[in-house]
């Protein structure tokens, strides 16, 4: 198997909110450069209002609706399908892959982060995608490992995410189902695919005290939302609400 390769940005965006800061008090630092296609200056806008929805929704964490307040959705999907991209839907990405709507985003985001407001340490995503989430765990977290198995998907990624500049975020070409060892051990571990079980690698690459939410198969036969608290005493896990993710799989392409 090839050896997973790094690319690492390098300017970080504005700092989150303070635990039980509402969102709306957030100050966001635009982030400076031409808008994409399809949206001008009313962008922020249109993203604020997608934060109102999420928080209408349940969406409570102030740091998860902060990130997604500053990071422009629009820029991981295709041109044409822009307008869409602040709408609770998921969207095509390429390679039979696509874009989580921002409900789910959020829902797995605020799970993680759940007992933290910013600054979680170092976090581990398996299935990079087009980037948007380990965008948004830049701003949650002082250090991410992001993991793509399609290299299409992870030129991409890296190509969406040279705008942003993120120092902390570390894009890795590789098999996600081994996780990456070298960074190890990490506070939180997210996934994006889901499999019949949670690969024992992942729980093992788990700090004391780190959580993982990942979808996986449960004994009821669908995919569900699954946390596990690595304690002291061991795996503490946790099935949720149904979901429904690509497939989680071995090997690269």
Known sequence: ????????????????????????????QPVQGREASGFGTGSQAVRADMVRKLEAQGIAHAGVLAAMLAIERHRFVDTALANQAYEDTSLPIGLGQTISKPNVVARMLSLLFERESV??????????????????LSRLS??????????????K???????????????LFGDGMPGFAKGAPYSGIIAAAGGEAIPEA??????????????AVTASGQQHLVVIDKTARGLERKELEPVLFVPLKSGIA
């Open 1 to 28: 198997m090839k050896k997973p390769t790094t690319a690492i940005g390098l300017r970080p965006i504005a700092p989150l909110a303070a635990k039980g800061q509402p969102a709306g008090g957030v100050k966001i």
């Open 119 to 136: 600054n979680l340490g170092r976090v581990l995503e398996i299935g990079t995608g087009c980037g948007y989430q380990a965008a948004l």
């Open 142 to 155: 002082r250090e991410v490992y992001s993991i793509e198995r399609l290299r299409g998907l992870h030129d």
């Open 157 to 171: 990624a890296r190509e969406n995410l040279r705008f942003f500049r993120l120092a902390n975020l570390h894009l």
């Open 202 to 215: 992942w729980t093992d690459q788990l700090a004391v005290g780190g959580r993982l939410v990942a979808p």
